[in-house]
């Protein structure tokens, strides 16, 4: 990926149904897999491994470290189906490393 680095430091797909159900998969490894290629993902059920909730509507959290050698953590949210530039300062600012 050219731009800043990213490590994803967790990342969760899914959704909650009426009974509070959660019905969720980490995809921490996935969504790093997906960064070596090119910092704009889309978030859909192809690019998450599959839909952990079907006929409900998912939705997506990370935390990633952006940058080297002293990263922002940033945190990503999105609804299925959008699309996140995670080099982008669209995140929110959570830490700057080192204190």
């Not at 998450?48 to 050698?69: E, L, N, S």
Request: proline share 6%.
């Amino acid at each position: 990926m050219a731009g800043p680095s990213v490590r994803v430091v967790h990342a969760v797909y899914g959704a909650l149904d009426g009974s509070q159900v959660p019905r969720a998969r980490d995809v921490t490894h996935v969504l790093q897999t997906l960064l070596e290629k090119s910092s704009v993902v889309e978030i859909n059920n192809a690019n998450m491994g599959g839909d952990p909730a079907i006929g409900v509507v998912k939705h997506f959290g990370a935390i990633v470290d952006v940058g080297d050698p002293q990263p922002w953590r940033l945190e990503f949210a999105c609804q299925e189906g959008q699309t996140i530039d995670f080099a982008a300062t669209g995140g929110t600012i959570v830490k700057i490393w080192p204190k």
